[in-house]
């Protein structure tokens, strides 16, 4: 089964929960996702199956959209809601516009600390497993981009515990998307807290929502940090939605659920295909959606074989009359199935694979 699903991952499953959760789904062994999403985060988390598992690199390279939810006054150790407050902060004398302009100066080329409860690794440990133990090492800041960043709710000040009083944009995400329940005994592959407990209820907060398109690597609980103490009173990320991975959105996610149930309903008429199955109902994807940006080009029938053993090609196995070569194309056999990307080089006049996808199986 070779394409691509996008997954939306709810609250409390890790990635690799995902993967292991679709391998039952699917019966397909070889699957990879393209970047982790916090175990309490929820979103697009489009996942590569079969021979397409070659591309999970290439899509993690790509942009990322999230709605996230920040709370001011409050540190704590994760720099989201599921740690321990480290700190509380006065709000009384933060206004809209020192928020406003803090928000605002966080788009463009930004330096990060990566947090401590975070999968980077060290040494071939994650940082987040040094962290449960008690350990806390020197982090070097990185380069991230961040193309745009926006608020996208009133800016409201509550009590902690008055999750009610506030609320996103009706046309955001957050709020088509509401927040889902602490999820069943099990799913959580570590600790589970949660600031928003009895004792800490009356704390003075400022909640705001915001969307943030960004690069790779960049950790959106360290914007939301970042921003508290640029402001003066900390801050930490409450909630976190992530809305589009590369081309892929949320609105055209797909839920574990949903899948499950397709396929448990195509099991009662044996000998069905699974992969063709998920096709016919939009949620297997062809590879080439990823890579769009690429004119295509088509092998001639008689070419096929050359193409699907990975040979280099020349101009004259394609049936496109092509005067100016491109840098990379997408590369389809004769029946318009999408095999793989090529990159022209001038020197030798030809066209050599920079990734292929072909199953083995073919």
Same mark, same amino acid.
């Given at each position: 089964?070779?394409?691509? &699903?996008?997954?939306?991952?709810?609250?409390?499953?890790?990635?690799?929960?995902?993967?292991?959760?679709?391998?039952? *789904? %699917?019966?397909?062994?070889?699957?990879?996702?393209?970047?982790?999403?916090?175990?309490? !985060?929820?979103?697009?988390?489009?996942?590569?199956?079969?021979?397409?598992?070659?591309?999970?690199?290439?899509?993690?390279?790509?942009?990322? @959209?999230?709605?996230?939810?920040?709370?001011?006054? *409050?540190?704590?150790?994760?720099?989201?809601?599921?740690? @321990? &407050?480290?700190?509380?902060?006065?709000?009384?004398?933060?206004?809209?516009?020192?928020?406003?302009? !803090?928000?605002?100066?966080?788009?463009?080329?930004?330096?990060?600390?990566?947090?401590?409860?975070?999968? %980077?690794?060290?040494?071939?440990?994650?940082?987040?497993?040094?962290?449960?133990?008690?350990?806390?090492?020197?982090?070097?800041?990185?380069?991230?981009?961040?193309?745009?960043?926006?608020? &996208?709710?009133?800016?409201?000040?509550?009590?902690?515990?008055?999750?009610?009083?506030?609320?996103?944009?009706?046309?955001?995400?957050?709020?088509?998307?509401?927040?889902?329940?602490?999820?069943?005994?099990?799913?959580?592959?570590?600790?589970?807290?949660?600031?928003?407990?009895? @004792?800490?209820?009356?704390?003075?907060?400022?909640?705001?929502?915001?969307? *943030?398109?960004?690069?790779?690597?960049?950790? +959106?609980?360290?914007?939301? !940090?970042?921003?508290?103490?640029?402001?003066?009173?900390?801050?930490?990320?409450?909630?976190?939605?992530?809305?589009?991975?590369?081309?892929?959105? +949320?609105?055209?996610?797909?839920?574990?659920?949903? =899948?499950?149930?397709?396929?448990?309903?195509?099991?009662?008429?044996?000998?069905?295909? +699974?992969?063709?199955?998920?096709?016919?109902?939009?949620?297997?994807?062809?590879?080439?959606?990823?890579?769009?940006?690429?004119?295509?080009?088509?092998?001639?029938? #008689?070419?096929?074989?050359?193409?699907?053993?990975?040979?280099?090609?020349? =101009?004259?196995?394609?049936?496109?009359?092509?005067?100016?070569?491109?840098?990379?194309?997408?590369?389809?056999?004769?029946?318009?199935?999408?095999?793989?990307?090529?990159?022209?080089?001038?020197?030798?006049?030809?066209?050599?694979?920079?990734?292929?996808?072909?199953?083995? #199986?073919?």
């Amino acid at each position: 089964m070779d394409g691509i &699903i996008n997954v939306y991952k709810e609250k409390g499953y890790t990635s690799h929960d995902v993967v292991a959760r679709l391998r039952g *789904i %699917t019966k397909e062994k070889h699957i990879g996702h393209t970047g982790t999403l916090d175990p309490a !985060a929820a979103g697009v988390l489009p996942m590569c199956l079969g021979a397409v598992t070659k591309a999970c690199e290439l899509l993690t390279d790509k942009g990322k @959209e999230y709605e996230t939810v920040l709370l001011l006054g *409050i540190e704590t150790n994760t720099e989201d809601a599921t740690g @321990e &407050i480290v700190a509380t902060g006065d709000i009384s004398a933060i206004t809209d516009e020192m928020i406003l302009d !803090a928000v605002k100066s966080f788009e463009g080329d930004i330096s990060q600390v990566p947090p401590m409860f975070s999968a %980077t690794r060290i040494n071939g440990q994650r940082y987040y497993d040094l962290a449960r133990k008690g350990v806390e090492i020197e982090r070097e800041a990185k380069q991230v981009h961040v193309s745009n960043i926006e608020v &996208i709710s009133d800016i409201t000040r509550c009590l902690l515990s008055q999750k009610d009083a506030f609320a996103p944009y009706p046309d955001t995400m957050l709020s088509r998307f509401v927040e889902e329940p602490d999820p069943e005994e099990g799913r959580w592959h570590w600790e589970n807290n949660d600031i928003r407990k009895d @004792e800490n209820k009356d704390i003075p907060v400022i909640r705001v929502a915001l969307r *943030i398109a960004c690069e790779k690597g960049t950790y +959106i609980r360290t914007i939301c !940090a970042d921003i508290g103490k640029k402001i003066g009173c900390g801050g930490c990320m409450e909630r976190l939605l992530r809305t589009r991975s590369g081309e892929f959105t +949320i609105e055209e996610s797909h839920s574990l659920a949903e =899948m499950e149930e397709i396929v448990k309903n195509m099991d009662e008429t044996s000998g069905s295909d +699974i992969g063709a199955l998920l096709k016919k109902n939009n949620i297997l994807i062809s590879a080439d959606r990823c890579f769009m940006e690429y004119p295509p080009l088509h092998a001639k029938d #008689k070419y096929d074989s050359v193409l699907n053993n990975g040979n280099l090609l020349r =101009m004259r196995h394609f049936k496109e009359y092509i005067e100016v070569p491109d840098a990379i194309n997408r590369v389809y056999d004769s029946k318009n199935e999408f095999k793989a990307l090529y990159e022209w080089v001038e020197e030798r006049k030809l066209y050599r694979p920079v990734k292929v996808f072909i199953s083995t #199986k073919e």
